[in-house]
């Protein structure tokens, strides 16, 4: 089981790498990863199993914060109380997205950013993204609001960028007027 320990620190290196494009079939070792990975974060998001596991609310891992340096990404969405769907794409590329910009209003963080982060990161407000699912069939899947965040933020863990990296350190806050807040 993964545990808090397992995420690597913003200061490790090898989250600046870029992930390598995953071959099929799948072997063992990587179904299992995203196994633990969907486990991990349906805990975290669960008051209780976060407290008795000691894990940090997540909604997406990229296996680079495992230091796997293999292009795909989890996002698990909790949609109601309780109810959850997962996402777990392998190649994934955005192919469309909307001209509306939004940001999080209490700002975004990240399960390897062990710290408070102030300021906003603009995001798109709808994706498409294509990719394939674990058994290597093509799938496209749209992604709206904090789906769509979640979804561009696990996409730039793949290109060794993080969310700190779109904060603008001189005017944290720039361009807030222009973007919609979710």
């Given amino acids: ?15 600046r790498e870029k992930s390598l ?7 063992d070792k990587q179904k299992q990863t995203v196994k633990e990975i969907i486990e991990f974060l349906t805990n975290s998001q669960i008051p209780e199993l976060a407290e008795k596991y000691d894990l940090r ?13 293999e292009r795909y990404f989890v996002v698990v969405h909790e949609y109601d109380e309780g109810k959850f769907d997962n996402y777990v794409i392998f190649n994934p590329k955005l192919v469309s997205n909307s001209e509306e910009i939004i940001y999080v209003g209490e700002g975004e963080g990240c399960l390897s950013v062990n710290r408070e982060v102030c300021g906003i990161v603009p995001r798109y407000a709808r994706v498409t993204l294509e990719g394939y699912d674990q058994d290597g069939n093509k799938i496209r899947i749209r992604g709206r609001e904090e789906l769509a965040v979640a979804f561009q933020h696990e996409l730039d863990h793949l290109d060794g960028i993080l969310f700190t990296d779109k904060i603008d ?3 944290p806050f720039k361009n807030k ?3 919609r807040e979710i």
């Fill in 169 to 171: 350190p001189k005017d």
């Fill in 57 to 69: 609310p997540g909604m997406g891992l990229a296996p680079i914060q495992l230091g796997i340096k």
């Fill in 177 to 179: 007027d222009l973007y």
């Fill in 21 to 27: 494009e995953v071959t099929f079939p799948l072997n």
């Fill in 1 to 15: 089981m993964l545990k808090m320990s397992d995420v690597l620190d913003e200061k490790n290196k090898i989250l």
